[in-house]
């Protein structure tokens, strides 16, 4: 297996895992937090349905943060940031606040909302041709493998294993931060932010031919300087944020991508009304 396939599937098997396991979570525990917090139906919507709000911000910010800071160090900042605070926040609340546990949720929406725009942009940027659909695959089912094992661990007496089933995410959390900090960053990136010699080594890491790095970061300092007028080194995160909330809102309702944003939206409905999820 190649270096790029290797780092590919490790960055989209953690940020797969993290993003089903954390959104799936609660499913399972919903009866015996209802009982213990005397949820009524709209507050177990809010519970169940805090994580995704979460998630919607938190694309926009790992969109920001990876544009400033880089695939890698944003992942794993943003990991380490929200899934451990988030479900800490929620074993703590479990049977203390209603608020506090769907703060907590929204909290882990985000670092997941974040995973979930940064992962692919990384697989994209780092696979080679041969195994760049491979490795979205992973990312795919490794979402199905992370909401398969929230449901198993809601399976063994989830009345009296709730806080630590709901701190669990804690775990995922550690092992995406160290899974993360041991690939390289993106070449791509690293030219776009102005970083040549570091793009040089990143694709050394990914064990590429002497002979042909040279020839790729001029071919990707070629590309970028076609794509952009400007690099992106000088961008502070609030004006990124702030571009990426706009430009993303913008593009989705007038722009080329209509079409097809309209038709994930409507996907989107059907699924929640057939109970898929």
């Known amino acids: 297996m190649s270096a790029r396939a290797r780092f590919g599937y490790r960055f989209a098997l953690l940020g797969g895992v993290a993003f089903g396991y954390d959104l799936a979570l609660v499913g399972g525990l919903l009866p015996t937090l209802a009982t213990t917090l005397a949820l009524d139906g709209v507050e177990k919507g809010v519970v169940v349905s805090a994580a995704k709000g979460g998630a919607v911000i938190g694309a926009f910010v790992g969109a920001a943060a990876m544009r400033c800071f880089g695939r890698v160090r944003s992942a794993a900042f943003l990991?380490?940031?929200?899934l451990p605070v988030g479900s800490l926040l929620c074993a703590l609340s479990a049977d203390a606040s209603r608020v506090g546990l769907a703060f907590g949720r929204a909290v882990v929406g985000v670092g997941v909302g974040a995973l979930a725009v940064i992962v692919p942009a990384y697989c994209g940027e780092i696979a080679d041709d041969l195994n760049r659909g491979r490795v979205v695959a992973c990312y795919e089912?490794?979402?199905?493998?992370?909401?398969?094992?929230?449901?198993?661990?809601?399976w063994f007496e989830p009345s009296e294993?709730?806080?630590?089933?709901?701190?669990?995410p804690l775990v995922i959390g550690f092992w995406c931060v160290v899974g993360f900090m041991t690939c390289p960053e993106s070449p791509r990136w690293c030219v776009r932010a102005g970083l040549s010699e570091r793009a040089k080594e990143s694709l050394r890491a990914l064990e590429e031919p002497g002979s042909n790095i040279e020839?790729?970061?001029?071919?990707?300092?070629?590309?970028?300087q076609r794509a952009t007028s400007s690099g992106e080194r000088d961008?502070?995160?609030w004006q990124a944020l702030v571009d990426a909330t706009r430009g993303g809102w913008r593009e989705a309702m007038d722009g080329e991508e209509r079409r097809a944003v309209n038709l994930i939206l409507c996907l989107a409905w059907f699924n929640q009304m057939s109970a898929s999820t």
């Open 235 to 237: 961008v502070s995160f």
């Open 79 to 82: 990991s380490a940031l929200t």
């Open 161 to 168: 294993t709730y806080k630590l089933v709901l701190g669990s």
């Open 215 to 224: 020839t790729l970061v001029s071919t990707l300092e070629n590309e970028e």
């Open 141 to 154: 089912l490794s979402v199905c493998m992370g909401m398969i094992l929230a449901n198993v661990s809601t």
